[in-house]
């Protein structure tokens, strides 16, 4: 298995990704549920990875629940992420 490969996580597609949402940051913001929260809060989200763990499928309202985390904790005033792409989305 070549994670990177695998896991979509090349530079070419990384490069892709964070270039997208620099450009389109405001749009992103406006659509954030949470949005009031940017700049007003003292928070810290905390977000761990399991290494590899494809044998778990967790079903459709984990990953709405992923989207909804992603919107919250990207209005934290302090954050600590692990490396992947999960928190490369915050």
Partial sequence: MDFMRDYFQSQEIT?????????????????????????????????????DATCYNVGVDYYIHCIKTIQFASTCKHIVLSHGSFSAMI
């Fill in 15 to 51: 490069d892709i990704i964070h270039r997208h949402l620099k450009e389109q940051k405001d749009h992103i913001i406006d659509k954030n549920t949470y949005k009031e929260r940017y700049q007003h809060n003292n928070d810290v989200f905390l977000h761990i990875r399991l290494h």
